[in-house]
């Protein structure tokens, strides 16, 4: 390793690949976990097409039964596990340090290392196309379905061990991420002088590093049951199959939120911005992003009323979940708080947080709908979740990561995306969600079930699944149009300012793209909006950030390494082992046991 | 037109949209409808669902018409200055706090009561029927009738039906959207459901949980009859007549105890030596509305379909196809549906 002198001046090659593999720069590794979700974006989403494609007439044999159900169990964990977290993941890195005022993460080199574990789990799980068919118990993957009785096979081995291999990541990055925001922030920026989108990337922290360890103890036991022959899950065995249920869902409903909360955060962002006011009832936002990820512990059995665990089971998993919509509603109003009375510039970012709200709000009402445990027994695993759950997760989280990514895309590129093919992007994008999304409410009142790869003519159930694959292909329409917005501004977009927006928070202040040191002088800060009480003092009482005197001298930054990605690539190996040799497994250790001394001996700086 | 007013337009079309739908509802025959009970528990669920339905149409115009409000009433003005800089208000936060609290206890309170008038246990005198489900049909027997039949129940009007079901191997949820709610069907406990049909009818189910290769084939009809008709299908049932009249279906029943083909390990007829217990009991099969779990109308073309190639009709289905040739297969045909 290379010890570098001047630190300021040290040679930071912003080219070739192997300074990509080496890096340990937040920003670095934002761009890498932002460029590998919209690639796993774009998988999940020909999945949901070929979906689609299928149900868009009855009878259709376009694909057969067992395709589909790979299609279906990896689009859904495609788009959660392999989209939607690490987008989030990917602003995380990029924007937190900037948002904070600090030059990088707690522990550059632990961040590299879930980065690089992220990756190799999503490619190792979607591998399994290639050797024999991917997972096929759908996303959460109910036992005893998945015990080797009903699913032999390695499909489902390539499920478990890649969640696993996935959980590790964002648990690691999770930690980072509390321990970056608890311990790094600039000086005078207290906790309830934090970004919003801070404070949620906190409270998803949070979530994942409770409930992950849930979902990993499920899926260990259930990787016991596959490969060691335990009767975990297993009736034949004295095992249960509803304790599977129970320990997912521990985890699978906080996941919602840690799915959710990002999105929301990046939407507290935009909507101040564009409205050229600060975010109304700051600390009611707040408290209700924290008191949601408490209750979002407490309410795991709504998603299985239909078990039959008892009317009083029933009646208070179905209270503690009409209580969520109270801070849900807390944050839509404040939101609309936001706007009122402000100069609403609609830009693409407003635009796609306007959505969100609009969208989330028809997700919300029909999560209370089935929060009612009767209304739930009909609707429950029918169309009408399925319209729900992407009303949440596409017309809520997509929509805000699309106000985030519009919105900060000129700070992490240094180039202005095309706003008028963004505001085309957005309207496509919002009549293609309502158009795939709003008809499957009414395919579940007419009773259609999910996961059914075809449907007889007789049902009535024609109409609107055609209209639904309309959407569908409206809405991919929608994000090639992105794309092809994304690369123009890439190659040959205006030069962005350090501050195109008129914003509010730390990042702003600094030149887009950043320098890797971040700040030169570390702010400090005075108010929730350092960056605009500099701009404008008359409203900030006089004080702003870089009142203080400069420090000059060298700026310790963390130096790239080789490690983080030995020992992702161990991991892989010696997870790849189980399916292969145990004789694999141990090399895989092996080369994780060199990384790990290797990062143990090397100089931090 | 602006494009704010077009985003009112397209915030309307959902609502419009439903409507729609509603209207198209009585056109389009949905025969798997949760919107037109036949029982008392699935009335219930439909006039708490229609409570709550017309509660969050509200709560959505209201909530949306204020948002777009003030995407419109609010957006910039050519040389606008700062907008004043307020940061909230803690009499319009506690107002927004407990407005959904008063709206969420009008949904909770009827919610908790339908919850427990659902789940009673069933009165001494109810018909219980035993479901067993398997990948992928579903049994049903009458324990105090001595009956057993496969994807098509049989009950009578105005009596109370007390399911008790179990799985023969995964996880699967019974549910038959006019009569009641779905409950999950396990391999290691019961589950029970209890309802009284208030009108004669045929009525569509289906398996609700995703259960594997031909979890979309897994359905299933619920017949419910007047006492009369009901109390025939018994006697009917319980008095198994096997008389082929035609050489064909002769031919066909000297087939099917015979070995090859070996009907008889799998399948069960009452009254004979057919004792099989792995598929379904063909019993009076000719006088059932379908057969292949419930995905095919039982006619002899679609029972000789069946019997050609089974995975072709149900992916990954237990029936082997028994590459039995075209006259064996009409002969067994003409036997199958002899048994009326």
Same mark, same amino acid.
Not at chain 1, 490 to 510: V, Y
Not at chain 2, 2 to 22: D, E, G
């Given at each position: 390793?290379?010890?570098?002198?001047?630190?300021?001046?040290?040679?930071?090659?912003?080219?070739?690949?192997?300074?990509?593999?080496?890096?340990?720069?937040?920003?670095?590794?934002?761009?890498?976990?932002?460029?590998?979700?919209?690639?796993?974006?774009?998988?999940?989403?020909?999945?949901?097409?070929?979906?689609?494609?299928?149900?868009?007439?009855?009878?259709?044999?376009?694909?057969?039964?067992?395709?589909?159900?790979?299609?279906?169990?990896?689009?859904?964990?495609?788009?959660?596990? &392999?989209?939607?977290?690490?987008?989030?993941?990917?602003?995380?890195?990029?924007?937190?340090?900037?948002?904070?005022?600090?030059?990088?993460?707690?522990?550059?080199?632990?961040?590299?290392?879930?980065?690089?574990?992220?990756?190799?789990?999503?490619?190792?799980?979607?591998?399994?196309?290639?050797?024999?068919?991917?997972?096929?118990?759908?996303?959460?993957?109910?036992?005893?379905?998945?015990?080797?009785?009903?699913?032999?096979?390695?499909?489902?081995?390539?499920?478990?061990?890649?969640?696993?291999?996935?959980?590790?990541?964002?648990?690691?990055?999770?930690?980072?991420?509390?321990?970056?925001?608890?311990?790094?922030?600039?000086?005078?920026?207290?906790?309830?002088?934090?970004?919003?989108?801070?404070?949620?990337?906190?409270?998803?922290?949070?979530?994942?590093?409770?409930?992950?360890?849930?979902?990993?103890?499920?899926?260990?036991?259930?990787?016991?049951?596959?490969?060691?022959?335990?009767?975990?899950?297993?009736?034949?065995?004295?095992?249960?199959?509803?304790?599977?249920?129970?320990?997912?869902?521990?985890?699978?409903?906080?996941?919602?939120?840690?799915?959710?909360?990002?999105?929301?955060?990046?939407?507290?962002?935009?909507?101040?911005?564009?409205?050229?006011?600060?975010?109304?009832?700051?600390?009611?936002?707040?408290?209700?992003?924290?008191?949601?990820?408490?209750?979002?512990?407490?309410?795991?059995?709504?998603?299985?009323?239909?078990?039959?665990?008892?009317?009083?089971?029933?009646?208070?998993?179905?209270?503690?979940?009409?209580?969520?919509?109270?801070?849900?509603?807390?944050?839509?109003?404040?939101?609309?708080?936001?706007?009122?009375?402000?100069?609403?510039?609609?830009?693409?970012?407003?635009?796609?947080?306007?959505?969100?709200?609009?969208?989330?709000?028809?997700?919300?009402?029909?999560?209370?709908?089935?929060?009612?445990?009767?209304?739930?027994?009909?609707?429950?695993?029918?169309?009408?979740?399925?319209?729900?759950?992407?009303?949440?997760?596409?017309?809520?989280?997509?929509?805000?990561?699309?106000?985030?990514?519009?919105?900060?895309?000129?700070?992490?590129?240094?180039?202005?995306?095309?706003?008028?093919?963004?505001?085309?992007?957005?309207?496509?994008?919002?009549?293609?969600?309502?158009?795939?999304?709003?008809?499957?409410?009414?395919?579940?009142?007419?009773?259609?079930?999910?996961?059914?790869?075809?449907?007889?003519?007789?049902?009535?159930?024609?109409?609107?699944?055609?209209?639904?694959?309309?959407?569908?292909?409206?809405?991919?329409?929608?994000?090639?149009?992105?794309?092809?917005?994304?690369?123009?501004?890439?190659?040959?977009?205006?030069?962005?300012?350090?501050?195109?927006?008129?914003?509010?928070?730390?990042?702003?202040?600094?030149?887009?793209?950043?320098?890797?040191?971040?700040?030169?002088?570390?702010?400090?800060?005075?108010?929730?909006?350092?960056?605009?009480?500099?701009?404008?003092?008359?409203?900030?009482?006089?004080?702003?950030?870089?009142?203080?005197?400069?420090?000059?001298?060298?700026?310790?930054?963390?130096?790239?390494?080789?490690?983080?990605?030995?020992?992702? &690539?161990?991991?892989?190996?010696?997870?790849?082992?189980?399916?292969?040799?145990?004789?694999?497994?141990?090399?895989?250790?092996?080369?994780?046991?060199?990384?790990?001394?290797?990062?143990?001996?090397?100089?931090?700086? | 037109?602006?494009?704010?007013?077009?985003?009112?337009?397209? +915030?309307?079309?959902?609502?419009?949209?439903? /409507?729609?739908?509603?209207?198209?509802?009585?056109?389009? #025959?949905? #025969?798997?409808?949760?919107?037109?009970?036949?029982?008392?528990?699935?009335?219930?669920?439909?006039? /708490?669902?229609?409570?709550?339905?017309?509660?969050?149409?509200?709560?959505?115009?209201?909530?949306?018409?204020?948002?777009?409000?003030?995407?419109?009433?609010?957006?910039?003005?050519?040389?606008?200055?700062?907008?004043?800089?307020?940061?909230?208000?803690?009499?319009?936060?506690?107002?927004?706090?407990?407005?959904?609290?008063?709206?969420?206890?009008?949904?909770?309170?009827?919610?908790?009561?339908?919850?427990?008038?659902?789940?009673?246990?069933?009165?001494?005198?109810?018909?219980?029927?035993?479901?067993?489900?398997?990948?992928?049909?579903?049994?049903?027997?009458?324990?105090? /009738?001595?009956?057993?039949?496969?994807?098509?129940?049989?009950?009578?009007?105005?009596?109370?039906?007390?399911?008790?079901?179990?799985?023969?191997?995964?996880?699967?949820?019974?549910?038959?959207?006019?009569?009641?709610?779905?409950?999950?069907?396990?391999?290691?406990?019961?589950?029970?459901?209890?309802?009284?049909?208030?009108?004669?009818?045929?009525?569509?189910?289906?398996?609700?949980?995703?259960?594997?290769?031909?979890?979309?084939?897994?359905?299933?009809?619920?017949?419910?009859?007047?006492?009369?008709?009901?109390?025939?299908?018994?006697?009917?049932?319980?008095?198994?007549?096997?008389?082929?009249?035609?050489?064909?279906?002769?031919?066909?029943?000297?087939?099917?105890?015979?070995?090859?083909?070996?009907?008889?390990?799998?399948?069960?007829?009452?009254?004979?030596?057919?004792?099989?217990?792995?598929?379904?009991?063909?019993?009076?099969?000719?006088?059932?509305?379908?057969?292949?779990?419930?995905?095919?109308? !039982?006619?002899?073309? !679609?029972?000789?379909?069946?019997?050609?190639?089974?995975?072709?009709?149900?992916?990954?289905?237990?029936?082997?196809?028994?590459?039995?040739?075209?006259?064996?297969?009409? +002969?067994?045909?003409?036997?199958?549906?002899?048994?009326?």
């Amino acid at each position: 390793m290379t010890t570098l002198a001047a630190p300021m001046r040290r040679p930071v090659a912003y080219t070739g690949v192997w300074s990509w593999i080496t890096t340990v720069d937040h920003k670095r590794i934002g761009i890498l976990y932002g460029a590998s979700a919209l690639f796993f974006l774009l998988v999940g989403g020909i999945e949901a097409l070929l979906i689609r494609t299928q149900l868009a007439v009855p009878g259709n044999t376009l694909v057969s039964s067992d395709t589909y159900s790979q299609l279906f169990t990896m689009h859904g964990t495609t788009m959660i596990f &392999l989209f939607v977290m690490p987008l989030s993941a990917a602003f995380f890195n990029f924007m937190v340090p900037l948002m904070i005022g600090a030059r990088d993460v707690a522990f550059p080199r632990l961040n590299a290392l879930s980065y690089w574990v992220f990756l190799f789990g999503g490619l190792f799980m979607n591998s399994s196309f290639f050797m024999g068919g991917a997972p096929d118990a759908g996303w959460f993957g109910y036992a005893n379905l998945t015990s080797n009785q009903f699913s032999p096979g390695a499909r489902i081995d390539f499920w478990v061990l890649g969640l696993q291999v996935l959980g590790l990541s964002s648990l690691m990055a999770a930690l980072n991420f509390i321990v970056t925001i608890l311990n790094l922030r600039a000086p005078g920026m207290s906790m309830m002088r934090m970004p919003l989108f801070v404070w949620m990337t906190l409270i998803t922290s949070f979530l994942l590093v409770f409930a992950l360890p849930v979902l990993t103890v499920g899926l260990t036991l259930l990787l016991f049951d596959r490969f060691f022959g335990t009767h975990f899950y297993i009736p034949a065995g004295g095992g249960d199959p509803l304790l599977w249920q129970h320990l997912f869902w521990i985890f699978g409903h906080p996941e919602v939120y840690i799915l959710i909360l990002p999105a929301m955060g990046m939407v507290s962002e935009v909507l101040p911005t564009f409205s050229r006011k600060p975010l109304f009832g700051y600390p009611f936002v707040v408290y209700s992003g924290i008191l949601i990820a408490f209750l979002g512990f407490g309410v795991w059995a709504h998603h299985m009323f239909a078990v039959g665990m008892g009317p009083v089971a029933d009646a208070v998993f179905a209270t503690t979940t009409m209580l969520i919509a109270v801070p849900t509603g807390v944050k839509i109003f404040n939101w609309i708080g936001t706007m009122w009375g402000g100069a609403l510039d609609f830009k693409s970012p407003l635009c796609f947080a306007v959505g969100f709200i609009g969208m989330f709000i028809i997700g919300g009402i029909s999560g209370v709908m089935h929060a009612s445990v009767p209304l739930d027994l009909q609707q429950t695993d029918t169309y009408f979740v399925v319209a729900h759950l992407h009303y949440v997760l596409f017309g809520g989280a997509v929509f805000g990561l699309f106000a985030g990514i519009y919105y900060w895309f000129p700070k992490i590129t240094g180039r202005m995306l095309n706003d008028a093919w963004g505001k085309v992007h957005f309207w496509i994008m919002f009549v293609g969600a309502n158009l795939a999304f709003f008809p499957m409410h009414l395919l579940g009142l007419d009773g259609m079930p999910r996961r059914i790869y075809s449907y007889d003519p007789s049902m009535g159930w024609n109409l609107w699944n055609l209209v639904s694959t309309v959407g569908a292909f409206t809405i991919a329409l929608s994000v090639l149009i992105f794309v092809i917005n994304a690369i123009t501004a890439l190659r040959r977009g205006a030069r962005a300012p350090n501050d195109p927006w008129d914003a509010q928070t730390l990042e702003w202040s600094i030149s887009s793209p950043p320098p890797v040191y971040n700040f030169a002088t570390i702010p400090v800060v005075h108010s929730r909006r350092p960056f605009w009480d500099e701009k404008y003092p008359d409203a900030a009482h006089g004080k702003a950030a870089h009142a203080e005197p400069e420090h000059h001298g060298a700026i310790h930054m963390p130096n790239p390494s080789y490690f983080p990605i030995v020992i992702a &690539l161990g991991i892989l190996v010696a997870v790849s082992g189980l399916m292969i040799h145990p004789a694999v497994s141990i090399l895989g250790a092996i080369i994780m046991l060199i990384g790990v001394y290797g990062w143990s001996f090397e100089p931090a700086a | 037109m602006t494009v704010h007013r077009q985003r009112l337009l397209w +915030a309307l079309a959902p609502v419009s949209m439903f /409507l729609l739908a509603l209207a198209l509802a009585g056109c389009a #025959p949905t #025969p798997q409808t949760t919107l037109l009970p036949k029982s008392d528990y699935a009335a219930r669920i439909q006039g /708490l669902f229609e409570l709550i339905l017309v509660i969050a149409a509200i709560v959505f115009v209201v909530v949306e018409g204020f948002l777009i409000y003030t995407a419109i009433r609010f957006r910039k003005r050519k040389g606008q200055d700062l907008p004043a800089q307020s940061h909230g208000s803690q009499k319009l936060e506690i107002a927004w706090t407990f407005a959904p609290v008063v709206v969420l206890a009008i949904i909770t309170v009827p919610t908790i009561s339908t919850i427990f008038a659902t789940q009673q246990p069933a009165p001494a005198d109810a018909l219980e029927v035993k479901v067993m489900a398997h990948q992928w049909w579903w049994e049903f027997s009458y324990p105090s /009738l001595g009956i057993v039949t496969g994807n098509e129940m049989h009950i009578p009007v105005g009596k109370t039906t007390s399911l008790v079901m179990k799985s023969n191997d995964v996880i699967h949820s019974f549910w038959v959207p006019q009569l009641a709610g779905k409950r999950d069907v396990f391999p290691n406990r019961e589950t029970r459901i209890t309802f009284i049909p208030d009108e004669p009818g045929t009525y569509l189910g289906q398996c609700a949980e995703f259960c594997g290769l031909s979890h979309a084939n897994m359905r299933f009809r619920v017949v419910v009859h007047t006492p009369e008709d009901f109390q025939a299908w018994v006697k009917a049932q319980k008095t198994p007549s096997i008389a082929p009249t035609t050489e064909l279906a002769k031919k066909g029943q000297q087939l099917f105890f015979a070995t090859p083909p070996g009907c008889t390990a799998c399948h069960t007829i009452d009254g004979t030596q057919a004792k099989g217990l792995v598929g379904p009991n063909l019993t009076r099969i000719g006088a059932r509305g379908t057969t292949a779990a419930g995905t095919l109308e !039982n006619t002899p073309d !679609n029972m000789a379909r069946w019997l050609t190639d089974p995975e072709a009709v149900k992916p990954g289905s237990k029936m082997p196809n028994l590459h039995l040739s075209e006259s064996d297969i009409s +002969a067994l045909v003409a036997f199958l549906e002899s048994m009326k």
